[in-house]
């Protein structure tokens, strides 16, 4: 037997017992959809692993290539993700058009899934990116000191390998374009066009390691919430800051605030805030494996753009059957899992208040201002809906 045949025996082996969490004593699926649920997050995680790991892994000729949502960790439905890697050694261009997104976001940082190790190394704000005034810029990313002969920023950055991770969140999905991003290495060193058997064998280990620990890991961290007594309340959660935040992959000028919930048929969940002056707020569901759950059919998360305020306040109804108003938030058949709220600049995190009630209550809990309605303008603002996400993501 081959050393390349080995390999992918030892590979499908290592991957046996990656569901075996999801099936565990002190698990809390419900119910068979809530385990096959749990299967497909690890199909969704191995489709991930092996797409970075094998289509998109040479610093020398980098893809800023966008991703198909992977569900993981409660992926933003406002987002557009790109990544690439780049190995600082060389110097990289970096340039394109700004596009006029609610919120670009553009780090550097180290995300080694499989191993659990995540290193931040900067944050590039937008304003930092000198771009003229129809939105085209060009910069160099480098871990030489600015020559001074570019005629554009330079960022001297540590010599080390790491990835570029730019988050494109969209407020109004339909208006909004799109930024339009390209990045070059500037190197002469001829890239590989084929793997070898050794880089076979190192990439198998690393997409089985992440497949494994992955998973597991965003279920763990969600369900501490339910350990700290953290269900259906935001009482007693403090800001994340920025270095954890950081240090779970996520944006460092980017606040948060999560609960678990748990919502029986019959109840609704009333959420109120009220919203900072911020570059951009979104709220959404996720389920107990930590996927974004279907935001693509279902009004399952809502933003700036698409929720309706009164004076300042948003008021949110989460529950199974549709109450009629505009600022519902559908369970679609998930009666437990994670509320997230994230906040971009905000000149103060707010703190959201929830009630647990009868879904008959409701109405006596929302005020007359609050935006009903018809089953008609459901069914068009959610056939609107599908039509923004999909337009985003061409498969």
């Not at 919203?275 to 996720?286: A, F, K, M, R, S």
């Not at 109804?317 to 938030?329: F, I, K, M």
């Not at 995190?349 to 109405?363: G, N, S």
């Not at 018809?374 to 068009?380: E, G, I, K, L, Q």
Request: hydrophobic letters at 40%.
């Amino acid at each position: 037997m081959s050393h390349t045949h080995e390999a992918w025996i030892d590979f499908c082996e290592e991957l046996k017992g990656s569901v075996d969490y999801i099936f565990a004593d002190d698990q809390v699926a419900e119910s068979p959809v809530d385990e096959a649920e749990g299967v497909r997050h690890v199909v969704r995680s191995l489709v991930k692993a092996c797409l970075a790991t094998f289509e998109n892994a040479d610093p020398n000729l980098p893809e800023l290539a966008w991703f198909h949502p992977s569900k993981m960790g409660l992926d933003n439905p406002d987002a557009l993700y790109q990544s690439a890697p780049i190995d600082l050694v060389h110097d990289y261009e970096f340039s394109g058009n700004i596009g006029s997104v609610a919120y670009l976001g553009i780090a550097l940082m180290s995300m080694k899934w499989g191993t659990g190790e995540f290193e931040f190394v900067t944050n590039i704000h937008v304003s930092e990116l000198g771009a003229d005034e129809n939105g085209d810029f060009t910069v160099t990313l480098s871990s030489q000191p600015d020559p001074g002969t570019t005629g554009h920023p330079w960022f001297e950055l540590p010599a080390k390998r790491t990835s570029l991770l730019v988050r494109q969140f969209f407020s109004d999905w339909e208006s909004e374009s799109l930024a339009a991003l390209s990045l070059r290495c500037l190197s002469e060193d001829p890239p590989a066009s084929r793997i070898t058997p050794e880089l076979l064998v190192s990439k198998l280990r690393s997409v089985s390691a992440e497949v494994n620990r992955v998973p597991p890991f965003w279920n763990r961290y969600y369900r501490e919430h339910i350990a700290r007594g953290e269900v259906n309340s935001f009482e007693h959660i403090e800001p994340t800051p920025p270095e954890v935040v950081g240090s779970l992959g996520g944006a460092t000028d980017q606040a948060y605030a999560e609960c678990w919930y748990d919502i029986s048929p019959g109840q609704a969940l009333l959420i109120e805030v009220e919203i900072p002056e911020c570059v951009y707020w979104n709220v959404q569901l996720g389920d107990i494996w930590g996927q974004s759950t279907d935001w693509v059919n279902r009004q399952s998360s809502l933003n700036a753009g698409q929720a309706v305020l009164d004076n300042g306040i948003l008021r949110v109804a989460v529950c199974e059957t549709d109450p009629g108003y505009n600022n519902w938030l559908d369970l679609g058949g998930c009666t437990q899992g994670q509320i997230l709220f994230r906040w971009n600049q905000a000149s103060v995190i707010p703190k959201p208040v929830a009630r647990l009630l009868a879904i008959d209550d409701l109405p006596a809990a929302m005020p007359s201002s609050e935006a009903v309605l018809t089953a008609d303008a459901r069914s068009a603002a959610l056939a609107q809906r599908r039509r923004a996400a999909l337009a985003r993501f061409r498969r």
